[in-house]
C-alpha cells in the first residue's frame, strides 16, 4: 500500500486547510487511517483517525476536537483531514498512515499502522 498525502500549505491563524491521503495499491488490505503530526523537536504525535472495518468509528486528538474533521471517500481510496480554526501551535508536519484495521485506543498510536505516506508541511502563521 502506497500512501500519498497533500493539501498543505501556509495559512493565517483561523484559517482552514483540508489534507488528502490518497492511498494506491492493495488498499482494500486496509480498513483504518490515521492522521499524525510532528512539528521541530517534538516528537509524532497523533491527530485523528479513522476505523471503516468492523465497528466504524473515528477518533480525535483532544488539541483538534471540534476544529477537524476525518472523512473518506471509499471510491476514491482517499482520506481527508478538514482542518478549520487553525491555530500556530497546529504547524507541523503531517503524516497519513493506514492499516488493515484499528480499535480504541490503537488507533491513536503510531505502531498501529504499518503503511505511512510522506508528510505534507502545514504551517499556521500568527
Known amino acids: 500500500v502506497q500512501l500519498q498525502a497533500s493539501g498543505g500549505g501556509l495559512v493565517q491563524a483561523g484559517g482552514s486547510l483540508r489534507l488528502s491521503c490518497s492511498a494506491s495499491?492493495?488498499?482494500?488490505?486496509?480498513?483504518?487511517r490515521g492522521w499524525f503530526r510532528q512539528a521541530p523537536g517534538q516528537e509524532r504525535e497523533f491527530v485523528a483517525a479513522?476505523?471503516?472495518?468492523?465497528?466504524?468509528?473515528?477518533y480525535y486528538a483532544d488539541s483538534v476536537k471540534g476544529r477537524f474533521t476525518i472523512s473518506r471517500d471509499n471510491a476514491a481510496n482517499t482520506v481527508y483531514l478538514q482542518m478549520n480554526s487553525l491555530i500556530p501551535e497546529d504547524t507541523a508536519v503531517y503524516y497519513c498512515?493506514?492499516?488493515?484495521?484499528?480499535?480504541?485506543?490503537?488507533?491513536?498510536?503510531?505502531?498501529?499502522?504499518?503503511?505511512w505516506g510522506q508528510g505534507t508541511q502545514v504551517t499556521v502563521s500568527s
Open positions: 498512515a493506514a492499516d488493515h484495521s484499528c480499535s480504541g485506543y490503537g488507533c491513536r498510536r503510531a505502531r498501529s499502522y504499518n503503511y
Open positions: 495499491g492493495r488498499t482494500a488490505s486496509t480498513g483504518a
Open positions: 479513522i476505523n471503516w472495518r468492523g465497528a466504524s468509528a473515528t
